[in-house]
């Protein structure tokens, strides 16, 4: 991981009541008076005055009027201006790249993608490196904003964070991540896929003024995964937590990308009803909808095997278990019968509302990787 230099945070007491002031203001959800910093954060007037006066000359604050009062003086407020800074999330999967910019307050400023069919990295590098730069000129993007680039790749990244031990499904293995943060001409950050995506969940429930402690699913071609507890990402021994895609929910079973049998990937993965089948997930869906006897019989199988897995992980961890991924927007007309088989498997609770859908299904992973630089950001403040 390159950690951007430009980050560090300044020593001592002032700065840190700085940071404070513009945390404050950045999580409030309305515009914020110097009277509210003062009382909230119990600090003087004169200097509250003071540190906005400085996050205003760095830009980092707009002036709003016309906010509600009680009565007198129309209070004057402030709030992060938001365009100071642009973010990049970008997409790596093995059909497309995906690319997301965001201001400071997590806005989407511009979406695009381009298709992607290289089978080395060298070439991947440059297809990845010439569509960012198409992407920023494209949506005319001020680069000298851009506080980073965060990459999701969908494989497992080793304890060190050098290289991508393997991606089945980009058919990539031993991949150095050097390489690929050498090509980017800014800060780059390259994380697993659901790694991201469970912390893109995380910054949406702090948001909300939620602690965080979930087990996140990601449903995609493959299935991934990641821990959050205690409103921090458990990463484990190896930095390999969360590979719940290869918990064995059927031994013996079907045959997995990782080579074993029986994974909950290969029972609850895309590519079961798209690649071994012939089709695309949206005719499955379309079928399933139609009430084809095949797809429902097949569709009351993954979610049979999918119940296993999320029991377990509702056995091992004891939180809410979220569903991500492209598959998760198809899920919700079958929320109910998932539950249902979910909580058959549960001694400890009638229900099993504790198994929710996750937000931006499909773009958690790039909101996740584009927001780890607006983290870091507002901590540097
Ligand atoms: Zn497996």
Redesign the pocket.
């Known amino acids: 991981m390159t950690t951007p230099n430009t980050f560090e945070p300044a020593p001592g007491r002032r700065a840190q009541t700085k940071n404070r002031v513009f945390q404050y203001i950045y999580y409030a959800k309305e515009p914020v008076t110097q009277q509210q910093l003062a009382y909230e954060l119990g600090l003087s007037l004169p200097t509250v005055h003071q540190n906005i006066a400085e996050l205003e000359e760095e830009g980092l604050l707009l002036k709003v009027t016309g906010i509600k009062s009680t009565g007198g003086r129309p209070p004057v407020g402030y709030t992060v201006s938001s365009g100071q800074f642009l973010t990049i999330g970008v997409k790596l999967s093995a059909s497309q790249i995906r690319f997301l910019a965001l201001d400071l307050m997590r806005n989407e400023v511009a979406d695009q993608r381009i298709a992607q069919h290289e089978q080395d990295g060298e070439s991947l590098i440059r297809t990845l490196t010439g569509g960012l730069a198409a992407f920023i000129k494209d949506n005319r993007l001020d680069s000298r904003k851009i506080l980073g680039v965060g990459i999701t790749i969908p494989g497992a990244i080793d304890k060190n964070r050098e290289k991508v031990l393997v991606s089945p499904s980009m058919h990539i293995r031993d991949f150095r991540l050097q390489s690929l943060q050498d090509a980017v001409p800014y800060p780059c950050y390259v994380e697993n896929d659901a790694a991201s995506a469970g912390y893109a969940e995380l910054l949406f429930e702090t948001a909300d003024g939620r602690k965080g402690d979930f087990a996140y699913l990601l449903l995609e071609y493959g299935v991934g995964g990641a821990l959050i507890l205690d409103g921090r990402q458990y990463k484990g021994t190896n930095g390999r937590s969360g590979e719940f ?2 918990m064995c929910v059927h031994p013996g079973g079907l045959l ?5 049998r029986g ?1 909950l ?2 029972y609850c993965g895309a590519l079961r009803y798209t690649r071994d089948i012939g089709r695309t997930s949206d005719e499955f869906f379309e079928s399933l909808r139609r009430g084809n006897a095949d797809s429902v019989s097949l569709w009351n199988d993954i979610l049979q095997h999918l119940a296993v897995g999320i029991a377990n992980l509702r056995m091992a961890f004891d939180c809410d278990i979220v569903l991500g991924g492209a598959t998760s927007l198809q899920l919700e007309p079958y929320l109910t019968e998932l539950r249902r088989l979910v909580a058959e498997r549960d001694p400890f609770s009638d229900g099993a509302d504790y198994v929710r859908l996750g937000r931006e299904p499909e773009k958690a992973g790039m909101i996740g990787a584009a927001g780890y630089f607006i983290t870091e950001f507002i901590k540097s403040v």
Do not use: K, M, T, Y
């Open positions: 895609g290869h997995c990308n990782c080579g074993r994974c990937e290969a």
